[in-house]
């Protein structure tokens, strides 16, 4: 039953998916609405099917890849509504209804039960590593859509020529959620990497740096840090953290794109 809950939950997050593209042309209060409430929807039948599939599986092992995608869409939704309760902007949705439509995508369509690939799998420490990741993952993703649309906004305010973007929340306010994004996924993916390496060490004895993965998970937080601490400290705002914001995301995506390759921290077939 788990497919079935995920696979309605896409037709929700489809809704989203026609709510950015729509977002692109012109602005709809009905459809933002739709949208917003498709969102809820879909979140709760995702919800329902990780519950369902973890309940058939006795175990939360998230290494095989459909459901680690499936995963890190439902957080990624999350975290979108928690931005929506407390800045009342859907906005964001024009870059995360797409990602989450496609993530759930690739997971409804290839998911197979939920693997247990070595003992290890039982161990709260890897359960607390994977959840950990992939909420600063998925804080990451929505902090790089807040840039986006910062970019997006600037240039169009300069052009005077807004168009679709008349009804973003202003700069600032967009500027604060990708800021805010970055706080909260930050402390998540620090914690991961130290559950991570805690796993490893109690699996192999050693942290093999020189590892795709590993070594790619390091810089992508190195960057974190640097965007964290040129916004806090030097006071970067704007266009500079925005592009620095878009960096940090692109090394996320080698950084999860390392996991079919690494030799240690592989995702299983599934």
Known sequence: ?????????L???????????????????????????AAYLGMVFHFVSLTDAFLQSGQMALT?????ESVLGFLIMVIFLLVYMVYKTTSPGIVVFPVVFLLTFISATGEA?????????????????????????AALVLSFGASLLYLL??????????????????????????????LLGFPFMTLGLVAGTVVAQATFGRVDLLDPKI???LLMWAVYLILLYTRWSAGWRGRRAAYLAA?????????????????IHRFARS
């Not at 095989?64 to 680690?68: G, I, L, T």
């Open 1 to 9: 039953m788990s497919i079935l809950w995920l696979r309605v939950a």
């Open 11 to 37: 037709g929700c997050y489809a809704v989203g998916l026609l709510y950015a593209l729509v977002a692109l042309t012109r602005s709809s209060d009905l459809l933002n609405r739709i949208a917003l409430h």
């Open 64 to 68: 095989s890849v459909h459901n680690a």
């Open 113 to 137: 039960p939920f693997l247990l690939t070595s003992s290890s799998m039982r161990t709260g420490w890897l359960f607390a590593h994977i959840a950990l990741i992939f909420t600063g993952y």
């Open 153 to 182: 906004q600037e240039r169009a305010l300069k052009s005077k020529k807004r168009g679709i973007l008349s009804r973003l929340p202003a700069l600032e306010v967009i500027d604060e959620i990708g800021f805010r994004s970055l």
């Open 215 to 217: 070594l790619l998970s």
């Open 247 to 263: 960096s940090a995301f692109a090394f996320a995506l080698i950084a999860w794109a390392a996991n079919y390759f690494s030799a």
